[in-house]
């Protein structure tokens, strides 16, 4: 279906143009979103990096990333011809000055020739060590200071604590103002993580009992079946807490437990999520003891290969003590959840890729039916299931045919594939749409990623300090460590799943 949302024209400068992420994920989403309309009539995307290109081999390897991982599938010959003809590589250095020069003659040129002034998005893929260079860089631009037209995108991770998050903060809020500055979390782009402020806020049914007197506990749980890939290196650095708690998970979390925004204006939003970090109990030594699982994989079998564990992996120290798996148990000490728990987990390299949030309701007071086993009995729950299935679940008791009052559960599902005939968008797609149109509504702001620090940082430095002394203790292609299960099951629930499809196998 093609958009009728207008953008204006915009240039989108990628630093980091010749890595990863823009062969895999930019292009391809900017590409979408070219072909289903997005993309306002004067567009330009100007690539970076050191690597010796010309424009043509440069668009060639980007048509390379297309083909093989944009959900659209191979290109189109002529669209594709339209969208890389406003493609071009710059070949710079970040930490040289004078290329930024090179820079703002490319900007002015389109400035010049454009119906009207650009919004220019500085899009940051490169490590993170790069950010304070670039963003020093940028001061000097003539368009920085423009907090109507400029932006700054910045992956993450973004910061490796609370301090160095706080530098980040500081020093680009020195040079721009917050509502140019994108700090961006892909979870926050998903179609499903989206659908939960639909779903809470567009339907009278639930509020009324999301609360803690009718949920008894709530789960998310983020699992990956692959290891650290080529990634070796950079997450031997930072493990399953950094990596994925502290931005994706609480992130979910927030959009969970919110209050009701007033409306749906980015500040009001996202100020309503930081309320939730803000009341978010943070955790003292005893309580990290019994609130929080670590564990790091080891060797395994995956569908019938044999796989390394972690020390094993490429880029990963033989005697590290890094998390490939985090579990806690968070509490939010405010009037709608106090004494609720909300029991969150990650790991890589476990059975199955499975996203979902899962929200147990309280049991009925009392009940009539007899003859009904606690093993067939379920509670009420509702499973909003992220990825790879994109559905919502509620689970209720029925009567099962037959002559006798027998009882079981039973789901009631709205499956997205099922339900509408349009693909969905990726997260990226969301995003970069978004950046364009200036809504910061699914990016974080930086009192946000401050607070989630916070939070965690207890937990961060205790596990430094403690080394475990059993890792690896999780087997490849299992639920993770068995401290995991006690966790949830010292309170009389387990770890919810969702039974594997056929489709989602590989
Ligand atoms: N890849 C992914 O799936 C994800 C990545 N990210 C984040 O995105 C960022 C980029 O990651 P990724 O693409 O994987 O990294 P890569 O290592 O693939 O790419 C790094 C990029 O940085 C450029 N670069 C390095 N040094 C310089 C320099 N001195 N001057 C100019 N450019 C330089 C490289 O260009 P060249 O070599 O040509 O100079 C290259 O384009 C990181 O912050 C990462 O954490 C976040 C989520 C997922
Ligand atoms: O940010 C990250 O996310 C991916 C998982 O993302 P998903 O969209 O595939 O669920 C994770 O593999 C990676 O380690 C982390 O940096």
Known sequence: MKSNIKTKPTIYMIFGGTGDLAERKLIPALYNLFLEGYMPKEFAIIGLGRTDYTNESFIKNLLGGVNKFSRSGKADKDQWADFSSRISYLRTDVNNEGDYAKMEQVIDKYEAEWSEPPVIIHYLAVAPNFFPIIASNLAKMKSAGD????????????????????ELNALLRNIFDEKQIYRIDHYLGKETVQNMMAFRFANALFEPIWNRNFIEHVQISVTEDIGVEDRGGYYDGSGAL?????????????????????NFDAEEVRNRKVDVLRAMRKFGPEEIRFNTVRGQYGEGWVKGEKVEGYRQEQGVNKESNTETFAAIKFFIDNWRWQNVPFYVRTGK?????SSIISIQFKDVP??????NSSESWQQNRLIISIQPEMSIRLQVQAKRPG?????????????????????????YETLLLDAMKGDQTLFMRGDQVETAWDLIMPVLESWEVKKSINFPNYSADSWGPEAAEALIAKDGFHWFTLPIKKSDKK
Request: aromatic share 6%; net charge negative; charged share 25%.
């Open 366 to 371: 009392h009940l009539i039916f007899p003859n």
């Open 403 to 427: 002559l006798d009052m027998t009882l079981n559960p039973v789901d009631m599902v709205f499956n997205y594939d099922g339900t509408y005939e349009t693909d969905t968008p990726e997260a």
């Open 349 to 353: 390299r476990m059975h199955q890729k």
């Open 147 to 166: 907090a109507e037209r400029t932006r700054v995108v910045i992956e993450k991770p973004f910061g490796r604590d609370l301090e160095t998050a706080k």
């Open 242 to 262: 950094r990596d994925m708690l502290q931005n994706h998970i609480l992130q979910v979390l927030c959009l969970v437990a919110m209050e009701p925004p007033v």
